[in-house]
């Protein structure tokens, strides 16, 4: 069974790194009618067509997010969004909404269903089999409940509309949610933006006081943010979900920077093929683990995939990511012929040694160390604000592509 790694895309930038990591297929949004219609950076139509042709010429599968509930005054948005999909040729639609299932089908567009339809027994996935080809099973649901699901398919021969077997697909990286797959009236209750329409403001990240009636006693609860759950990180137990059944290895973040696609298609993509060569490991595992921490995260635990009923909750705000980027310039040049990057140093400083990341829309993310930095062709320990620099590198970049330095995270807690 031929395992895929699904990377989130909310750039071009992201785009290119997924591709370059190792994803089988992205996903992303165009316009509202997606669960990250506020929080990522969504593609706007034009850009549908483009976005394709990428993935086409790099052997990526495309799928395009219209997820969100629909509502009656809407139905003709979504029918024109789905004809323009159907136009472009992409790959899959993921989608939960029966006017989006329906109209899908009717004209011969791939369905993948959403983890907003909650599917944790095998009756679901009968039921949604008429429609689609792959399934997202619950992030609720454990491995166990995972495998007789998958084993049932196996029996039954259950398959989709295009007469192939319903291929399961679970998230294995990524933000989780207190709200059951995601259904949450707290954002919409207390702000007046939706959750269920991809406008969640996150309420529940916060941290909470609780205040007697009589205004005599205010305590903070438990030191915790218990509304936030810790980031779910799957690179431990992975050949456990393959084990399960499921070929489908979904990585959240569309709202996340490229940086985050890369490290994260990256690590998922080694680890299976470390399962595949027999060569995954403890160690491996450590080292995957650590670099997952460089990148934005809540702190991680493994959801509830091996049993746990009650979630872990992050002990504070906002990411817990080992390494920060500071920007420090752009490429003004390029010299393919011996591999030279010019950079126009707009902030700070870098030296030799130090790690550089470099992102564009058609670069995608970059990363290197600085074995070299020239100033008027001359070698130099560094470079500082106001300076154009020249770096060795491997791949190719391009002008106006931004530089930035990874430095270790001060922790202030």
Request: charge should be negative; proline fraction near 2%; aromatic fraction near 8%.
């Given at each position: 069974?031929?395992?895929e790694i699904?990377?989130?895309?909310g750039?071009y930038?992201s785009?290119?790194?997924?591709i370059?990591?190792?994803a089988?297929?992205?996903y992303?949004?165009?316009?509202?009618m997606?669960?990250?219609?506020r929080?990522a950076?969504?593609f706007s139509?034009?850009?549908?067509q483009?976005?394709?042709?990428?993935?086409?010429?790099?052997?990526v599968k495309?799928?395009?997010?219209?997820n969100?509930?629909?509502?009656?005054?809407?139905?003709?948005?979504?029918?024109?969004?789905?004809?323009?999909?159907?136009?472009?040729?992409?790959?899959?639609?993921?989608a939960s909404?029966?006017?989006?299932l329906?109209?899908c089908?009717?004209?011969?567009?791939e369905?993948?269903?959403?983890?907003q339809c909650?599917i944790?027994?095998?009756?679901a996935?009968?039921f949604?089999?008429?429609f689609?080809d792959?399934?997202?099973?619950?992030?609720e649901?454990?491995l166990?409940?995972a495998?007789?699901i998958?084993?049932?398919?196996?029996?039954e021969?259950i398959?989709?509309?295009?007469?192939?077997k319903?291929?399961?697909e679970?998230?294995v990286?990524?933000?989780?949610c207190?709200a059951?797959s995601?259904?949450c009236?707290?954002?919409?209750?207390n702000?007046?933006?939706?959750?269920?329409?991809?406008?969640?403001?996150?309420?529940?990240r916060?941290a909470?006081?609780?205040?007697?009636?009589?205004?005599?006693?205010?305590?903070?609860?438990d030191?915790?943010?218990?509304?936030?759950?810790k980031?779910l990180?799957?690179i431990?137990?992975?050949d456990?979900?393959?084990k399960?059944?499921v070929s489908?290895?979904?990585?959240?973040g569309?709202?996340?920077s490229?940086?985050?696609?890369?490290?994260?298609?990256e690590c998922?993509?080694?680890?299976?093929q470390?399962?595949?060569?027999?060569?995954?490991s403890?160690?491996?595992i450590a080292l995957?683990?650590?670099?997952?921490?460089?990148?934005?995260n809540r702190?991680?635990w493994d959801?509830?995939y091996?049993?746990?009923t009650?979630g872990?909750w992050s002990?504070?705000?906002?990411?817990?990511?080992?390494?920060?980027?500071?920007y420090?310039g752009?490429i003004?040049?390029?010299f393919s012929?011996i591999?030279?990057?010019?950079?126009?140093?707009e902030t700070g400083?870098i030296?030799v040694g130090d790690?550089?990341?470099?992102?564009g829309?058609?670069t995608?993310?970059?990363?290197?160390?600085?074995?070299?930095?020239?100033?008027?062709l001359?070698p130099?320990?560094k470079?500082?604000?106001?300076?154009s620099?020249s770096i060795q590198t491997?791949?190719?970049?391009r002008r106006?592509?931004k530089?930035?330095?990874k430095?270790?995270k001060?922790?202030?807690f």
């Open positions: 069974m031929a395992i699904m990377s989130p895309v750039s930038e785009l290119y790194a997924a370059n990591a190792g089988g297929s992205v992303f949004g165009v316009g509202k997606n669960m990250r219609s929080s950076a969504n139509h034009e850009d549908l483009n976005i394709t042709d990428i993935c086409r010429q790099h052997g495309s799928y395009l997010t219209v969100t509930i629909v509502y009656n005054d809407e139905l003709d948005e979504v029918k024109s969004l789905l004809d323009l999909a159907k136009q472009c040729n992409v790959s899959a639609i993921i909404d029966f006017s989006v329906t109209y089908q009717q004209i011969g567009l369905i993948h269903i959403s983890t909650n944790t027994n095998i009756e996935v009968r949604y089999a008429q689609a792959v399934v997202v099973l619950a992030r649901v454990n166990a409940q495998a007789a998958a084993q049932q398919i196996e029996d021969n398959c989709g509309p295009r007469g192939e319903i291929r399961l679970m998230f990286h990524g933000a989780l207190m059951v995601g259904k009236y707290l954002s919409l209750d702000l007046n933006y939706s959750a269920n329409r991809g406008a969640c403001l996150q309420p529940c916060r909470y006081l609780v205040k007697d009636m009589e205004n005599e006693l205010e305590l903070a609860v030191n915790k943010y218990i509304m936030s759950p980031d990180c799957t431990g137990f992975l456990k979900m393959l399960a059944g489908i290895l979904k990585i959240e569309r709202g996340r490229a940086e985050y696609v890369k490290v994260t298609t998922y993509h080694e680890a299976v470390a399962i595949a060569a027999g060569t995954y403890p160690e491996k995957w683990t650590e670099r997952l921490k460089t990148v934005y702190g991680f959801g509830y091996l049993g746990r009650m872990e002990e504070r705000y906002g990411s817990q990511a080992t390494m920060v980027k500071e420090v752009k003004t040049n390029f012929n591999s030279v990057a010019e950079i126009l140093m400083e030296q790690t550089l990341l470099v992102e829309p058609t995608g993310v970059y990363e290197t160390t600085v074995s070299e930095i020239r100033v008027d001359k130099v320990n470079s500082v604000k106001g300076e620099c491997t791949d190719l970049l106006g592509d530089v930035y330095k430095v270790q001060i922790d202030e």
